[in-house]
T-cell receptor, first 113, second 116 residues
Framework: DAKTTQPNSMESNEEEPVHLPCNHS???????IHWYRQLPSQGPEYVIH???SNVNNRMASLAIAEDRKSSTLILHRATLRDAAVYYC??????????????FGSGTQLTVLP | KAGVTQTPRYLIKTRGQQVTLSCSPI?????VSWYQQTPGQGLQFLFE???????NKGNFPGRFSGRQFSNSRSEMNVSTLELGDSALYLC???????????????FGPGTRLTVL
């Protein structure tokens, strides 16, 4: 599986935008970029995914570099409830063992009041 | 729609015992995956079940096993517990109506297992 690299931790002030980076230089042309987050004492939850174009949903935006070797999850106005570990995960078409999510160490986001 | 539920939420066992954890997926979801989360190893995939068959398995010893019932509910079992099995065990379900590349997995709150 292609590997992703994320910073271990980031801090943000409440109500300010947050840009969480992810590098995936070995991404293949059919890999989608997914983001999950895990709030304290909860299971991970899906945030957003994309292939080539930037994507927006009610939770966040995903900006994908033109060469697809990196992406950025954007939280437009961070709240205290956004404090979580954010995971960037690549998912390709089903190829036997490809269905599971392969989690890296993620980025611990701290939101300061 | 109810989310993924896991029971029990907390469990304390002693070394050598066995344990069974239960997971009820979201109604209509046919795939159930199990993950182990520890501070040292992070989130690791255990196995996935679909239509009562184990479809994929992670790199865990044979002491870890699971099954899925006809109603898609799943159980995982750990025999001869070791101290290192202390972890948060997470279950995730997905509908399997789209390709894996775009499929969202829905996680339960997990079962916190402590082995003494």
């Amino acid at each position: 599986d292609a590997k992703t690299t994320q910073p271990n931790s980031m801090e943000s002030n409440e109500e300010e935008p947050v840009h969480l980076p992810c590098n995936h230089s070995t991404i293949s042309g059919t890999d989608y970029i997914h983001w999950y987050r895990q709030l304290p004492s909860q299971g991970p939850e899906y945030v957003i995914h994309g292939l080539t174009s930037n994507v927006n949903n009610r939770m966040a935006s995903l900006a994908i570099a033109e060469d697809r070797k990196s992406s950025t999850l954007i939280l437009h106005r961070a709240t205290l409830r956004d404090a979580a570990v954010y995971y960037c995960i690549l998912r390709g078409p089903f190829r036997g063992s490809a269905r599971q999510l392969t989690f890296g160490s993620g980025t611990q986001l701290t939101v300061l009041p | 729609k109810a989310g993924v539920t896991q029971t029990p939420r907390y469990l304390i066992k002693t070394r050598g015992q066995q344990v069974t954890l239960s997971c009820s997926p979201i109604s209509g979801h046919r795939s159930v995956s199990w993950y182990q989360q520890t501070p040292g190893q992070g989130l690791q995939f255990l196995f996935e079940y679909f239509s009562e068959t184990q479809r994929n398995k992670g790199n865990f010893p044979g002491r870890f096993s699971g099954r899925q019932f006809s109603n898609s509910r799943s159980e995982m079992n750990v025999s001869t517990l070791e101290l290192g099995d202390s972890a948060l065990y997470l279950c995730a379900s997905s509908p399997q109506t789209t390709g894996a590349a775009v499929e969202e997995q829905f996680f339960g709150p997990g079962t916190r297992l402590t082995v003494l």
